[in-house]
């Protein structure tokens, strides 16, 4: 889930809505797995440019400092997500959102047979931000592929061109439809969200609708009218079941949202 607009506590994204990233971590509608309890992240945007990050190993449903600390912190821009492993360790470091600098990341999904490539992926990440990478997981191999190819100056490029690394890199090792992701990042100021996968059949993906429309459709909702004009929500399900309330971004898609402005393009993978 990503979150953008009018500063909110915490608590009202993760824990409030019908179908919350808490309640989604037990019995997800739309997931790979019903129940995603291999551990959760949640990063935030505070005064300055640096985001703050807590993760934990716990599932989300039974971490009672999530609970606390949801109720306290406020902020314009919020990440948070929800952890199945795909096979790499239960580690705090594995657990999504990722963090460089000012930067935020998260993955849903998989790169096919990750350990067979992994040194060959790890050999193409710049020298000077290798040491960085403090986890396991094939999610944040291709934050740092990103990094290396662009990141800060050409997210959409960047993200193209990491993912056909990936690709190009496990054809020659003989690996069929390496890549299932939906991903999203963020510098602080703009949040980008990416749906893709090799075979063409990707984990699902959402952008909430404009909140203005919303007020007209439902004026008699409380919830709606306390959010700004500009707030936008990106998310792996629908957190409500309010119609019109939330639009699929397609397959081989990539969606930016900055301020109340939204842009959808065409997500094609760029062989190195």
């Known amino acids: 889930m990503a979150y953008s607009g009018t500063p909110v506590l915490l608590?009202?994204?993760?824990?409030?809505?019908?179908?919350?990233?808490?309640?989604?971590?037990k019995h997800s509608r739309l997931g790979a797995t019903t129940v995603n309890g291999d551990g959760f992240g949640v990063g935030w945007y505070a005064e300055g440019a640096r985001p703050g990050v807590y993760r934990s190993t716990e599932p989300a449903w039974n971490d009672s400092n999530l609970r606390e600390l949801s109720a306290m912190a406020r902020s314009r821009r919020v990440f948070a997500h929800i952890r199945a492993s795909t096979g790499t360790a239960v580690q705090q470091s594995n657990c999504h959102p990722f963090r460089q600098g000012d930067w935020l990341w998260m993955h849903n999904g998989a790169i096919a047979d990750f350990s067979v490539i992994k040194r060959d992926l790890a050999l193409a990440v710049d020298p000077a931000l290798y040491a960085d990478i403090a986890g396991s997981t094939d999610s944040e191999m291709l934050f740092f592929l990103a990094l290396t190819l662009g990141l800060h100056d050409d997210p959409t490029g960047a993200v193209a061109r990491a993912v056909g690394l990936v690709e190009e890199v496990a054809g020659r090792h003989g690996i069929a439809d390496p890549v299932q992701m939906t991903v999203a990042t963020t510098d602080g100021e703009t949040t980008w969200a990416f749906r893709y996968a090799t075979a063409g059949?990707?984990?699902?993906?959402?952008?909430?609708?404009?909140?203005?429309?919303?007020?007209?459709?439902?004026?008699?909702?409380?919830?709606?009218?306390?959010?700004?004009?500009?707030?936008?929500?990106?998310?792996?399900?629908p957190l409500g079941d309010l119609q019109g309330a939330w639009r699929e971004v397609p397959e081989s898609s990539y969606v930016v949202v900055r301020g109340a402005s939204e842009e959808l393009g065409s997500f094609v993978p760029t062989a190195p």
Do not use: C
């Open 11 to 25: 608590e009202d994204l993760l824990f409030k809505p019908q179908n919350s990233l808490v309640i989604q971590s």
């Open 201 to 237: 059949s990707a984990r699902s993906l959402f952008h909430s609708t404009d909140v203005a429309t919303l007020r007209a459709q439902y004026p008699d909702n409380p919830q709606l009218h306390d959010l700004s004009d500009d707030a936008r929500l990106i998310v792996s399900e």
